[in-house]
């Protein structure tokens, strides 16, 4: 039997909810921001993948003609609707329910981001030889650093409504472009060789 692309949306929006619970539960301390940036590299992309091409190769198995379009949204139609689900649950859970997480998060993305300028501007000191190099690159450092004072980072907030938009819309690319690989590779060439035959 066939499962239905919404159901498997509803699954995978079960599957991510899980992932996210685990890694709140589990490693909500000093790590939280960048296991959770793991996970949504490596974890839920495969989780997503492995769920469309099983929604098409199911689909491809039980059917003589798969045509693009079909092939396309059988893909596309679970992932779409468990991406949106759980994004839509993260962000109410965070800004509305666990809002402590929420500022932990926040905190650990300006720290994690401070350290990477950090790690930038030492090894870029390193190799410079001439003085004005070295004096130009202590004043960008010095401009640049003056965004992480404890006045300009007061109130920024990376899990807006804009913000979780902006990440939905980049992953809705990964979508597409898994969606459109699963429908040219799983659709059959039946369609036009019926055509050719009957001219």
Do not use: C
């Not at 679970?78 to 998060?105: C, E, H, Q, R, W």
């Amino acid at each position: 039997m066939t499962k239905s692309p919404s159901i498997l949306g509803i699954l995978l929006f079960g599957a991510t909810m899980i992932v996210f619970f685990v890694v709140y539960y589990f490693f909500s301390g000093v790590e939280y921001f960048d296991i959770s940036l793991k996970a949504n590299a490596f974890i839920l992309p495969i989780i997503y993948a492995g769920a469309a091409f099983w929604s098409v190769k199911s689909y491809w198995s039980s059917h003589k003609v798969v045509s693009f379009k079909d092939a396309f949204k059988r893909a596309f139609v679970p992932m779409f609707i468990g991406g949106i689900l759980s994004i839509l649950s993260i962000y109410a859970f965070l800004n509305f329910v666990d809002t402590d997480a929420k500022k932990l998060l926040n905190y650990q993305y300006v720290t994690r981001q401070k350290s990477e300028l950090d790690k930038e501007y030492t090894s870029a000191r390193k190799i410079l030889k001439h003085q004005k190099d070295i004096d130009e690159l202590d004043q960008k450092y010095k401009e640049r650093i003056q965004s992480f004072t404890p006045e300009a980072v007061k109130g920024k907030d990376m899990l807006t409504a804009s913000h979780f938009s902006g990440y939905f819309a980049a992953i809705l690319i990964f979508y597409v472009v898994l969606s459109l690989f699963f429908g040219a590779f799983f659709r059959t060439k039946t369609i036009y060789q019926e055509t050719e035959i009957k001219e």
